[in-house]
């Protein structure tokens, strides 16, 4: 049980680490294109805090305007699913992280059937760098040992 715990805090926490990244590799692009409104997620750099945006992946992957489009709705979904999941407050912490887990789970699912085999490995690489990263500390710690991560689901 601790170790399925842990796997879940260190994906999260590296989506999270990876957040801003790929925000700053992305400057030219407006957060919002068809409004001045924020997206929804308010005041996190107007979006949900479950992964990367659409605009964050169309820039590390090179996504085509047609993968985009079939992008878009699957992490749509995730945030609302994040988004609901975390008005549930009936959920105890652990109902929540398994809740999350599967959460993007779905998404990585949905994204391989999108995305070239390529883009798919590069995809995996950058979440696989993330929780080592968060193994270790973050990106600032280098004295804390890195403990060996899960192989990427195929």
Known sequence: ????????MLAVGGLLALSPALLAADTNAPANPTTNAPAAGGGR???MMGGPS???????????DDQKTKVKPILDDRDQKLKDLRADTTLSQQDRR???????????TKLKDVLTPDQFD???KAQLAIRQRYQRGGAGNAAAPAAPAPAPQQ
């Open 1 to 8: 049980m601790k170790t399925k715990t842990l796997i879940t």
């Open 45 to 47: 750099g107007g979006r």
């Open 54 to 64: 659409l605009d964050q992946l169309a820039t590390q992957l090179a996504l085509t």
């Open 98 to 108: 398994d809740k999350m887990q599967k959460i993007r789970d779905d998404v990585t």
């Open 122 to 124: 590069k995809f995996q």
